[in-house]
């Protein structure tokens, strides 16, 4: 549905979008609901927190890209999503990543941001079960969820196809844990 929604916004006047099953979902972009990122962003203004660029993921509805747009932030997408934080980094200070908490803590630690400089907004926490402490020295807040298909992959099974075959290249997508990447 948010890849309908998305195309519709930059289809040509002369171009149809068409959506074969209207039932069509993303569990990830289903766990961020606008309400909740909303409140999320209305949560870290109170707390004095003006130097966090919004960005999301592309797995998230129109609302959410128009919550970064008017805040100065960006959209992004598995393949750019470092030179995405390269940028917002440019602007502030901090970043605030949702909907997808592996994708955006993969990408900072690729750049070199410790993970204990990563901290995980969980929206069904008051102050998304964080301290305003651990919001000031974050660098990164990462929304809590995930893509229930990446996370169907397991670190076991990289252990079984490497003892299959030592030599074996195993590539992973950024949305898995970061377990996974590590491996």
Known sequence: ?????SADILRA???????????AGCSMADMAPTDDVLEA???LERLGVHDATPITYMNSTAELKAFCGERGGAVCTSSNARGIFEWAFRQKEKIFFFPDEHLGRNTAIAMGIPAERIVVWDPKRAQGGLTAGEIDAATVIVWKGCCSVHTKFLLRHVHERRAEDP?????????????????
């Open 1 to 5: 549905h948010f890849m309908a929604e």
């Open 41 to 43: 962003g209305a949560t």
């Open 13 to 23: 006047p002369h171009q149809t979008v068409i959506l074969p099953d209207v039932k």
């Open 167 to 183: 030599s074996v290249k195993v590539l992973v997508h950024p949305e898995v844990p970061h377990e996974m990447v590590a491996a």
